[in-house]
């Protein structure tokens, strides 16, 4: 180990930012690196029994080679494969067909006769089926579930790749056994099946209108780097012609331990843990990294105009040169453009907006580790108002920023509001792993990111005026998006034969994994009435509230009991608050007061509550209660508002119907709820016009009649915030409603499939659904067990079948959902978005598992113990806490769910997962629906899933 060991335990400037005096605690982060080059952080965190690690890796969709785009993200999805000790029965044997594939794949990028490619492609097949004999699908991720890891996932990025997941403190030896051998000697088996899958991934953005729109924008903004003229999921030329060899290279070049990060964030000891990393990833070898390519991008000449169309509405971007990650300027452009756009609303573009002079505009920097961008979306009214007019406004609003014409306040509100989100991101370890990787890929030390909030001190309303006279000049890119859709490029299904595999099998290393110590940690339960403090007002007025162990920021949730089932006009009463002050202030008024106390609100709901959060400093707590209790008693809102929300809901209602997924929703929804479905049983377009304001109020004011749940999260004492409460929320009535409201879901007696033509569409949208049984909790522990062996991600049947061995999707899933209410009706949920081409043919393999469900006895040892780890570590922050224990006091438990159902994981057998399933799934009736391009699918063969209901997708919504 190097003797140069940075330590870093800052405390925050708090009371210069908000002055308060308060302490904040210590975010102790260490930051050292191993003499391979290996840069090591470490954070401890004990507030939760919980561990987030993470390898970031500093390469990214930048550094794919020409000709090979989407290298950096297909690398990302190979190394879950294994290495030539995990995920095989025999490297020995399984190496000679990878290396034939290697040369294949290399005689396939050299040859352009499609018949001559296709015996490739063919050969390829074939050695892959003889590859794969030795294969052992999923292994990694199956040992990640072993020691209860969750959220296993990757990401690739344009300059960076971060791979990671959450696990129990217990099982740390094992996890960092398993990521520093991971990297070692992976070996990139099942390729060819992969590729499919990746092509999927392609398949399902393209039916999304925002993929095409950016990558189009960003072909024109950046001219020469890879960020504009290369994707990062690849072209279909590139994706068509893949190397194993320039993949192999790319992963000896930059997977070196002096270009990546081992991150660990949680609750750890760092003393116990150093040695153990030293051991481990010590071994990993340096090597020298190439001089990366440098792109210049030239400032724009003028106002540069590209017109396309590419989305269901009318819709413009403004892209601006900025600064890179890292640059001087780059928080007071920050704070620059939250004088624009910001969560409080209060910014030059927000009243656009709340004036109802544009519908949309909004402005994101997005600093690249060798250019930055700031881009100004914009959408304008949908009747009678041309981009050319919204682009004049932005411009016009722009020159304001640059001449100052705003109030000097604004900029000390827009520390508060970035200082706040930044201490809500520092709370939470899979957060905070993000940051760190981020800072880390970058290059941006750990030491200047915990010196945000001091930085963000030295910004003045001058430096604001500085960076927009710098930045937002008369060199820029107008990128107009008209109403309409670029082509859409088609691939043809492959027909290669789906790859066998050892689906019992153990390498070598899983049985070394296994003898891997672990430390015996006593679980960690919730006390309900320890954990949080219950102050009942009255019968109508309950208060809940948790101690905030990390700052000084407080949240509060107040639940009205009650919501869009029992009061309609309620879900637009709701939209209409953001425009809605209390009386005797104006609307600017009301959202700038509420800021310069370093509070955001927010109004929200469903069919059975209507919630107000408040999340800010805690000085300001009793202030902005005091300020949205003045809102609950006596809004006010502006007629000419209302219209603001007719003219949103005309284009929400335009795009719903653009996109595959939107219509497959409503599709879903319909089935499930019939006419109650949320796209039919709402307000007309009509009904929403003639709308008044005065009602709207009375709607939103009549919330306090039916009673509140308030939760709260801080450092105020329990009787402190009741007595706020009761104080502050008025006329609380004692009217009631049953909550929460569970809607009774369709029942189906045959098997039935509900069918919508949607041409064009790239991919088809499939959904199964089978009606349930009420729910107990004493059932909880079967249900968690059978959703884990069928529908559990990458160690579950439906991903492995559909997707491992078939390549038919690159998303699936399935699993049994319980209500919101014991004895209420659960219900059997599928999923799988495939080419339309591969519909039937993913369709008989979902079916096939439902009524002939495998039986691998082999998998409960793996399931017992995810049950048993996962469910004391994966827990809800102290934020969630007392709302999750309302939700839990729902479904009928008395305690923390993970110590009551614990016995039950522990004496787990294979046999009540095939009792589970025999009793619900096997002989249920199920109902199909699909949202897919008919002409790709046999219609003669559709009829054999069930009877066919052709839906015209104009009834699924209502105008």
């Not at 001449?403 to 520390?415: A, C, R």
Request: charged share 25%.
């Amino acid at each position: 180990m190097k003797k140069s060991i940075l330590f870093i335990a800052v405390t925050l400037l708090y009371t210069a930012v908000t002055g308060q005096t308060n302490e904040v605690k210590p975010i102790d982060v260490e930051v050292y690196q191993l003499d391979n080059g290996l840069t090591v952080i470490l954070n401890e965190d004990h507030n939760l029994p919980q561990v987030f690690g993470s390898i970031a890796v500093r390469a990214g969709g930048k550094d794919d080679p020409a000709g090979a785009t989407g290298m950096a993200h297909y690398q990302e999805h190979m190394l879950f494969k294994g290495t030539e000790t995990l995920g095989t029965t025999s490297w020995e044997a399984e190496k000679p067909h990878i290396d034939s594939i290697f040369r294949l794949y290399d005689e396939l990028a050299m040859t352009s006769d499609p018949d001559a490619r296709s015996i490739i492609q063919e050969k390829i097949n074939q050695e892959s089926l003889k590859a794969n004999e030795y294969a052992i699908p999923n292994e990694l991720s199956n040992l990640i579930k072993s020691i209860g890891g969750t959220r296993l996932n990757a990401g690739t990025g344009p300059d960076e790749t971060v791979y990671y997941n959450a696990f129990p403190p217990s099982q740390i030896e094992k996890w960092l056994d398993l990521y520093s051998h991971r990297f070692e000697k992976p070996v990139f088996r099942s390729f060819q099946a992969e590729l499919e899958v990746v092509y999927e991934e392609k398949n399902m953005y393209s039916d999304q209108f925002v993929f095409p729109l950016i990558e189009n924008f960003n072909r024109s903004f950046f001219k020469n780097h890879p960020y504009g003229q290369q994707t990062l999921i690849g072209t279909i030329e590139d994706l068509k012609n893949p190397s194993l060899s320039k993949m192999y290279d790319f992963f000896k070049t930059w997977y070196v331990p002096n270009n990546m990060a081992l991150i660990l964030v949680g609750d750890f000891d760092k003393q116990l843990v150093k040695p153990m990393i030293e051991e481990k990833f010590g071994k990993w070898t340096r090597k020298e990294l190439p001089v990366r390519k440098t792109w210049e991008e030239k400032p724009f000449n003028g106002r540069e105009f590209v017109e396309m169309k590419l989305s269901p509405v009318k819709l413009a971007i403004l892209g601006f040169r900025t600064v890179p990650a890292g640059d001087p300027d780059e928080i007071p452009l920050k704070i620059c453009n939250a004088i624009l756009s910001n969560q409080s609303e209060t910014g030059l573009f927000d009243k656009l907006v709340l004036e109802n002079k544009l519908m949309a505009a909004q402005i994101l920097e997005m600093p690249y580790n060798d250019h930055g961008v700031s881009l100004v979306l914009m959408v304008p009214k949908i009747l009678g108002q041309k981009l050319s007019n919204a682009e004049e406004l932005i411009m016009n609003e722009l020159a304001k920023l640059k001449k100052g014409e705003f109030d000097s306040l604004m900029v000390e509100n827009i520390k508060l509001e970035l200082y706040r989100d930044y201490q809500l991101q520092m709370e939470q370890n899979e957060q905070k792993s993000q940051m760190f990787a981020a800072a880390y890929g970058r290059n941006q030390t750990i030491t200047d990111l915990l010196r945000y909030p001091e930085q963000l001190l030295g910004v003045t309303k001058a430096g604001v005026i500085e960076i927009a006279n710098k930045y937002y000049g008369d060199n820029y890119l107008a990128f107009y998006s008209e109403m309409g859709f670029p082509k859409k490029q088609k691939i043809e299904k492959p027909g290669y034969k789906p790859l066998s595999a050892n689906k019992t099998a153990e390498s070598e290393y899983a049985r070394k994994f296994r003898s891997i110590p672990v430390t015996n940690e006593k679980p960690k339960f919730f006390d309900f009435e320890k954990d949080v403090d219950h102050v009942s007002v009255s019968d109508q007025m309950n208060i809940y509230t948790v101690k905030n162990p990390v700052n000084d920021l407080f949240t509060l949730k107040l639940k009205f009991k009650v919501g869009d089932q029992h009061l309609p006009d309620l879900k637009y009463a709701r939209e209409m608050m953001s425009f809605a002050s209390p009386e005797g202030m104006t609307l600017d008024e009301f959202k700038t007061t509420m800021a310069s106390y370093g509070c955001t609100y927010s109004i929200s709901g469903d069919e059975s509550y209507t919630t107000i959060e408040i999340t800010g400093l805690e000085k300001s707590f009793s202030e902005a209660l005091n300020l949205i209790s003045r809102l609950i008693e006596k809004p006010v809102l502006d007629q000419s508002k209302v219209n603001i929300l007719f003219e949103g809901e005309k284009a929400n209602r335009k795009i719903e119907r653009s996109e595959p997924d939107n219509v497959a929703a409503a599709l879903y929804a319909y089935i499930t709820y019939g006419n109650k479905s949320e796209f039919l049983d709402r307000m007309s377009l009509a009904g929403i016009k003639e709308l008044q304001a005065p009602g709207l109020t009375d709607a939103f004011k009549s919330v306090a009649k039916y009673g509140v749940e308030i939760h709260y999260a801080g450092n105020a004492e329990p009787n402190v915030v009741a007595d706020l409460c009761k104080s502050a929320i008025k006329n609380i009535g004692s009217d009631k409603v049953e909550i929460p409201f569970v809607p009774d879901l369709q029942q189906y007696s045959e098997n039935t499939v509900f069918f919508v033509n949607k041409k064009k569409a790239t991919q088809s949208k499939v959904y199964f659904l089978v009606n349930g049984f009420p729910y107990s909790p004493e059932l909880q522990a079967d249900i968690n067990a059978f959703n884990m062996y069928f529908g559990g991600d990458f160690s579950g049947l439906v991903l492995q079948e559909i997707r491992e061995y078939r390549s038919l999707a690159y998303t699936a899933g399935a699993r049994f959902v319980p209500p919101m209410l014991k004895g209420k009706e659960t219900y059997f949920s599928g999923y799988v978005g495939t080419q339309a081409d591969k519909t039937l043919e993913a369709m008989v393999v979902f079916d096939t598992l439902m009524h002939h469900m495998p039986l691998k006895t082999e998998r409960t040892k793996m399931i017992r113990e995810y049950l048993m780890q996962s469910s004391v570590s994966d827990r809800p922050g102290f934020r969630n806490l007392s709302e999750h224990m309302i939700r839990w006091q729902n479904l009928g438990f008395t305690m923390d769910p993970a110590k009551y159902l614990r016995d039950a994981y522990e004496n787990l057998e294979f046999e009540k997962i095939k009792e589970f399933y025999q009793k619900h799934l096997e002989s249920k009736p199920v109902v199909i629906c699909i949202v897919g391009d008919k002409s790709m699918i046999d219609m003669d063969k559709l009829s054999k899933f069930g009877k066919v209901v052709f839906v015209k997708e104009s009834s699924l919504f209502s105008k």
